[in-house]
């Protein structure tokens, strides 16, 4: 069965740097992209950035230049480098992966359970 795991989040002082793991564990067969979304109280769910298969990478204009996304080199570890954070950073975040678990299947969105990230002095 596949599960995506995260962590590494918490509480941090506005400016400070944190750095988020997804540990996707379970046989499969492709990933074609993996991203981390956040969701802030009353708000939706939004992008923060996403990285394909072939190491393409997209950021959120709102946090272009702050946040890193990565991957190990198994490509079965995502992270997501924060740094100069900002309260407005404040909310759960989320690792995604579009995955075929195996070759003759469609791909599938899987989600973590969400970690807290929380700004604030």
């Known amino acids: 069965q596949v599960r995506l795991v995260e962590s590494g989040g918490g509480l941090v002082q506005p400016g400070g740097s944190l750095k988020l793991s997804c540990a996707i564990s379970?046989?499969?067969?492709?990933?074609?992209?993996m991203g981390w979304y956040r969701q802030a109280p009353e708000k939706q769910r939004e992008l923060v950035a996403i990285?394909?298969?072939?190491?393409?990478?997209n950021y959120a204009d709102s946090v272009k230049g702050r946040f890193t996304i990565s991957t190990d080199n198994a490509k079965n570890t995502l992270f997501l480098h924060m740094n100069s954070l900002k309260p407005e950073d404040t909310a759960v975040y989320f690792c995604?992966?579009?995955?075929?678990?195996?070759?003759?299947?469609?791909?599938?969105?899987?989600w973590g359970q969400g970690t807290q990230v929380t700004v604030s002095s």
């Open positions: 995604s992966a579009k995955l075929r678990i195996r070759a003759y299947q469609r791909d599938t969105d899987y």
């Open positions: 990285i394909t298969s072939g190491d393409t990478k």
């Open positions: 379970g046989s499969i067969f492709s990933a074609s992209a």
